[in-house]
Structure formats: structure tokens, C-alpha cells
């Protein structure tokens, strides 16, 4: 009865009602859901960035020589030529082993006999900037070099709409389960109206507005998702972590502390929204539903 | 929302030809004609089931008469938004039969709760909430939850509620009816002192002794009709 007591002002919506406990678990779960697929959005995402910048700053030039005797002459006037048109680039030709060892993949694991055609490969590796693979054909042929450049431009459009796809795919759980926890937030709103009714019927006698009520409704919800969201959406962060530690999703995971605080802001935003939402949703259909019990009255 | 004692004279509510039914059912008060004066003190009251709780809900908004008007402080209910009505009821304080005290909150918060609806900060009422409380007799039982009261207890509290804004019209349904003769006497003094105060005041009860003690306005509801006096056929009533 201390007069301490009498500042903390109770709220007028109690914090537990029936079901709140398993309104908490859903929302906790499609929060945690939620932020694992910002988190594998993102992750591939960024995966995609950093190896379509890895290829295209690279090529591979591919020698189409006529006979193993005049491979050694076309390859060193290419290497001169190469040189010259980008100085700045590291320029290395593939010795005969490592050519060959790129050929085992396709036809299988045995040693191949010596005189088996071997292209001759050149790779051109640039610190910044991507590589103009017909700039360099062209310079080439213009030399009357008979070469291949292969940028791997191919790959990297492959891998682009691979991820876009991907990523799409995420946001589009995504968007699913931030309509999940409006529609749940509608549906507890509901429920929670009929189960409040007695305490509703005394704001209304004592004059409370319907926008009064439904801001009960907001701030009861709201404090809800944001409890519920926290929690589900810290363990997607715990969960990723450790995905991320154990490589079980290799490069989409988290390998570096920015990353980690670039994806934790992220997911903060995540959280706000998903509050916001489930307030705003609770609000808006105490609101219509108040309004039509009023006009039935 | 214009101010409403510019458009009426006297009569904080006035009843023309209301009629009210519950659903399809026969009409519980018919042609019912009344006037309650600014500043007036008046008891209602006929036999159980007569329709006294719900002429009461006609006056605090809570129903909608099935016909004839309606007049609160100078304005036709029936021509108010929904935002008007409740800017009403915040001028309004009642007790209800059954009190109506929400069970999550303590004691204290129920009754603060008209101001806090009202929007006013804590600060600027604890103290008066504290005092009412004591009055009431309600003092130690600041924070304790209705459900953990007794019925005098809760009917206590569920006053100390309706009087705590101030309102212009006070409404009580059978507000003695849980407590005894002496609480009973205290709580008729906080109504009186409300209506000295310039509050209206209209209260149902059987209680004729109470009506008696005071010289206070009678109306008197038997079969569906609002008379004015207690009952001249039986003894003993001379109002
Ligand atoms: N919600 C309702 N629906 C249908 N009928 C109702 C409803 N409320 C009251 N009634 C009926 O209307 C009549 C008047 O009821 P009311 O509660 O106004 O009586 P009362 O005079 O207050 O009685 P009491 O002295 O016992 O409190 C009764 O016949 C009652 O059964
Ligand atoms: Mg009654």
C-alpha cells in the first residue's frame, strides 16, 4: 500500500491470458523461422557477390594449337602479348601436369598416355576490375594466335540467377511468415476481445474510446511479438552461429564478425517489423471489431 | 462537441415516450415520461423485475430505447457518434448491481480507472484516489484484488469508482444492498455530499427506510410505468 506501490501503473489488458503461453510459442517459432530465412537470403546473397567478383576478375586463356611442336612458340608469343595488353595483371601459364590434371575429372582418374593432346592454358588473374574477354581475343587473333577466353561470364550468369532464385525463394518464406504472424495476430486479437469482454464492457462504461481500447490491444500484442520475436529470432541467430561454425552450409554461413553484425542489424529490423506488425494487425481489428459491436449495440 | 448546457434548460436528462424491449420480448417500460433536474436527488424504485436496473442502462447509454427520446445534458442520444456518446459516459459515473470490478487490477487501479480512460496523469490524482479510498473504508485494501473482497467490499470500491471523476450525473444500482446500516448510511452521505456538490443523482433501491430518511425525489416504476411518489396504497407510504 506504499505509495511506490501506487506508481507502477498496472496494465489494463492482463499480460497472461488463456492460450497467451501458446500464442507466445507460435510466434516465438515463426519469428525463429523468419530470421533463418533473412539469414540465408543474405548469406546466399553475399555468397554469390563474392564469387562472381572472384570470376570475372580472372580468365582462362586456352591455346588452340595445331601441333604439340609449335605449342611452345604459340604459347610464349600469347604470354608476350597478354603482357602487354595488361601489364597490371598476374599472367600465368598452367605447366603440362597441372593442364592434364584438369582434364582427369572428365575422363577419369588414370594416367594419361604422354602423347595425348594437352591444350595449352594461361590464367589472367587482375587485383581489381573485371576482365574484357573480347578485348583479349580480339588482340590475340590480331597477333594470329588461334585462342580461346574464357571469362567465365557463362558461370557467373549461371550462378547470379541461381542466388536470385535462391534469395527469392527466401523472402518469399519470408513474406509468408510475416503474413503468418499478422493473421495469428488477428486471430488472438479476436479471441482475445471475446475472452476480455468483462473488461472491455467496463472501459466502454466508464468512456473509454474505441481507439483508447484498441491501443490496449496494440500494446498487448505488441509486447507479445516483441517478446515472442526476440527470443525466435535470437535463436536463429544462435542457430546460424553454429551452422556457421560447424560448415554445415558453407559458404551462405557467417565468416566474419561484419558479417555477423551487418546480419544481427538485419535481423533487428526483422524483429521491429514483426512487432510492428502483429501491433498494427491487433490495433486495426480491435478497432473494426469494436466498431461493429458498437453499431449492432 | 458543442457544449450542451447551451441547448437545454434545466433538466439534465429527460425521458419523452421511451419504450424499451429486450429483443422480442413485451415491452419492459412503456410511454415512460421523466425529468431529472440539474442538481437533483431522486430514488427509483418498484418491485424486483419491475425494470428499475434497466431504465438505469437507458440513462448511463448502455441501451438504446425501442422507441420515443432520449435527452442527456441537453442532447438527443440517439443524434450521437459513437465518439460523443462515449465524451458522455465519461460524465457519467455508475454503479452497477453486480460491480463490475476488473479482477487483474488492484483495488486502487480500479478506481482510477475513469481518470486514466479520462487521460489524466497519475500524479495529478493518486492522492485523491488514496483519500477517496480511505473514506470508503477501502484504505487497507488498496492493492488487493476484487476477487479476494467481500461483496460490501467490492460494492465500496465500485462507488468510490463512480464517484472518483466527478461526474455530473451519478447512477447506483441498489448501491446498499451488500453493506450493512452503518456503511450503508456512510455511502448515502458520499451521494448526498456528491449532489451538494452540484452532482445529479439518481439511485435505484428497495430500500424504503433509506428513501424515507431523505427528502429526496421518488419515481416508482410498476408495470412497465414510471409514476412519480412511493406506492399511496400501501401503508405507511405517504410520499
Ligand atoms: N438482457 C435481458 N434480456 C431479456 N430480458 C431482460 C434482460 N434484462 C432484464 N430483462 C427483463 O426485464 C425485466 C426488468 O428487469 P430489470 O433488471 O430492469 O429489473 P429490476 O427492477 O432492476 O429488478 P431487481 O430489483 O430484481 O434488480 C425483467 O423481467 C427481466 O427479466
Ligand atoms: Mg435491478
Same mark, same amino acid.
Not at chain 2, 36 to 41: I, M
Not at chain 2, 54 to 60: D, G, H, Q, R
Not at chain 2, 118 to 127: K, L, N, T, V
Given at each position: 500500500m506504499s505509495s511506490a506501490n501506487l506508481q507502477t501503473i498496472q496494465p489494463l489488458l492482463p499480460e497472461r491470458i488463456e492460450n497467451s503461453r501458446s500464442l507466445l510459442v507460435v510466434l516465438m517459432l515463426m519469428a525463429f523461422l523468419a530470421g533463418l530465412a533473412l539469414l540465408f537470403s543474405r548469406g546466399a546473397n553475399r555468397m554469390s557477390d563474392h564469387w562472381r567478383a572472384q570470376l570475372s576478375n580472372t580468365a582462362t586463356v586456352q591455346i588452340l594449337h595445331s601441333s604439340p611442336d609449335t605449342q611452345q612458340a604459340q604459347m610464349q608469343s600469347t604470354l608476350q602479348t597478354l603482357q602487354s595488353l595488361l601489364p597490371e595483371a598476374d599472367i600465368q601459364p598452367l605447366s603440362m601436369d597441372e593442364s592434364r590434371s584438369l582434364l582427369k575429372p572428365w575422363i577419369g582418374n588414370t594416367d594419361l598416355p604422354e602423347d595425348i593432346p594437352v591444350p595449352g592454358l594461361i590464367t589472367v588473374t587482375k587485383s581489381s576490375g573485371a576482365i574484357n574477354a573480347a578485348r583479349i581475343s580480339a588482340a590475340l587473333e590480331a597477333e594470329g594466335l588461334l585462342v580461346n577466353v574464357d571469362d567465365h561470364s557463362q558461370y557467373a550468369r549461371n550462378i547470379q540467377s541461381t542466388t536470385r532464385s535462391l534469395v527469392g525463394l527466401g523472402m518469399g518464406l519470408l513474406s509468408i511468415l510475416l503474413a503468418a504472424g499478422l493473421a495469428v495476430s488477428i486471430f488472438a486479437t479476436r479471441a482475445g476481445l471475446s475472452a476480455q469482454r468483462d473488461i472491455i464492457s467496463v472501459l466502454v462504461q466508464v468512456g473509454a474510446s474505441n481507439l483508447f481500447i484498441s491501443k490496449l490491444f496494440i500494446g498487448q500484442a505488441g509486447r507479445r511479438a516483441m517478446i515472442g520475436a526476440a527470443i525466435g529470432i535470437g535463436l536463429a541467430a544462435l542457430f546460424w552461429l553454429g551452422l556457421s561454425v560447424l560448415k554445415v552450409i558453407g559458404d551462405v554461413g557467417w565468416q566474419s564478425p561484419q558479417m555477423v553484425i551487418l546480419d544481427l542489424i538485419w535481423l533487428i529490423g526483422l524483429w521491429i517489423i514483426f512487432a510492428l506488425i502483429c501491433a498494427l494487425a491487433a490495433g486495426m481489428t480491435a478497432r473494426r471489431l469494436l466498431a461493429r459491436e458498437r453499431r449492432r449495440a | 462537441m458543442s457544449s450542451p448546457e447551451a441547448i437545454s434548460g434545466q433538466e439534465l436528462v429527460r425521458f419523452q415516450r421511451v419504450g424499451l424491449r429486450y429483443g422480442r420480448g413485451p415491452e419492459v417500460?412503456?410511454?415512460?415520461?421523466?425529468?431529472?433536474?440539474?442538481?437533483?436527488?431522486?430514488?427509483?424504485?418498484?418491485?424486483?423485475? *419491475?425494470?428499475?436496473?434497466?431504465?438505469?442502462?437507458?440513462?448511463?447509454?448502455?441501451?438504446?430505447?425501442? /422507441?420515443?427520446?432520449?435527452? $442527456?445534458?441537453?442532447?438527443?442520444?440517439? $443524434?450521437? #457518434?459513437? *465518439?460523443? +456518446? +462515449?465524451?458522455?459516459? /465519461? /460524465?457519467?459515473?455508475?454503479? $452497477?448491481?453486480?460491480?463490475?470490478?476488473?479482477?487483474?487490477?488492484?483495488?486502487?487501479?480500479?478506481?482510477?480507472?475513469?481518470?486514466?480512460? *479520462?487521460?489524466?496523469?497519475?500524479? #495529478?490524482?493518486?492522492?485523491?484516489?488514496?483519500?477517496?479510498? +480511505?473514506?470508503?473504508?477501502?484504505?487497507? /485494501?488498496?492493492?488487493?484484488?476484487?476477487?479476494?473482497?467481500?461483496?460490501?467490499e467490492q460494492q465500496r470500491a465500485a462507488i468510490a469508482r463512480a464517484v472518483i471523476a466527478k461526474p455530473d450525473l451519478l447512477i447506483a444500482d441498489e448501491p446498499t444492498g451488500n453493506v450493512d446500516p452503518v456503511i450503508g448510511r456512510r455511502l448515502i452521505r458520499l451521494f448526498t455530499e456528491m449532489n451538494r456538490m452540484g452532482t445529479t443523482v439518481l439511485i435505484a433501491t428497495h430500500d424504503v427506510t433509506t428513501i424515507r430518511e431523505l427528502d429526496a425525489r421518488v419515481l416508482r416504476i410498476e408495470n412497465s410505468h414510471v409514476f412519480k411518489g412511493l406506492d399511496p396504497d400501501k401503508p405507511g407510504n405517504t410520499l
Open positions: - | 417500460l412503456s410511454d415512460v415520461n421523466l425529468e431529472l433536474p440539474r442538481g437533483s436527488f431522486t430514488f427509483l424504485t418498484g418491485p424486483s423485475g *419491475a425494470g428499475k436496473s434497466t431504465l438505469l442502462k437507458l440513462c448511463y447509454l448502455h441501451l438504446a430505447p425501442s /422507441r420515443g427520446l432520449i435527452n $442527456l445534458f441537453g442532447q438527443d442520444v440517439a $443524434l450521437l #457518434s459513437p *465518439a460523443e +456518446q +462515449q465524451a458522455l459516459k /465519461r /460524465r457519467i459515473g455508475v454503479v $452497477l448491481q453486480d460491480f463490475r470490478l476488473i479482477d487483474h487490477l488492484s483495488v486502487f487501479e480500479n478506481v482510477a480507472l475513469p481518470l486514466r480512460v *479520462a487521460g489524466q496523469p497519475r500524479a #495529478s490524482y493518486a492522492d485523491d484516489v488514496v483519500e477517496l479510498l +480511505q473514506w470508503v473504508g477501502l484504505g487497507h /485494501r488498496m492493492q488487493a484484488l476484487p476477487p479476494t473482497l467481500s461483496g460490501g
